[in-house]
């Protein structure tokens, strides 16, 4: 996983995808930056930003939390999941904690589970783009067609930045 943030980070130097919109979140008092294919519909949400593949595979969602609320804000991007019908297979986690992008620590927590549509993966992840600023990365995607993204949600995370 490190090989593809790291693959990630050096994709974001040369962009890929020529009709990306850059957001800066949250619009009023933003803390990071991310790009995201204007085809995926990204969206600002209440706290942070979320979006998802043209052909509904994968969802990937950014939100900004404090030291005070990073418990609320994994709790929500969980129940969210469990709320659109995602089951986790708690036996399947990873940890990950060796990975960067754009001079940010990433720590990942991975798993495997199911949706209303098979297989998929899940992963959530925390990085930090400024004191007492924490984003959590929720993803999750189809097993069966997460692999035609793959180019796609490299850049999007070889893209996201601190504010500046």
Known sequence: MKKIILLAAALAAFPMLANA???????????ASVSIP??????ETETGIDSTSPDSAIYFSLD??????IDKIIDDAVNF???NGVKVDASTRKDDDS??????????LNWQGNDNDGAVNITLGVL??????????TYWGSKENQDKHKEEVL?????????K
């Not at 900004?64 to 609320?69: E, F, K, Q, R, W």
């Not at 783009?129 to 959590?136: G, H, S, T």
């Open 38 to 43: 204007d085809n995926w519909k990204p969206q």
């Open 128 to 137: 930090s783009p400024a004191p007492n600023k924490i984003l959590v990365l």
């Open 21 to 31: 919109k850059t957001l800066a979140f949250p619009s009023d008092e933003p803390v």
């Open 155 to 163: 850049d999007i995370i070889g893209s996201i930045k601190p504010a």
């Open 99 to 108: 990975n960067e992008v754009n001079g940010m620590k990433l720590s990942l």
């Open 64 to 69: 900004v939390a404090t030291g005070d609320n």
């Open 81 to 83: 999941l469990a709320k």
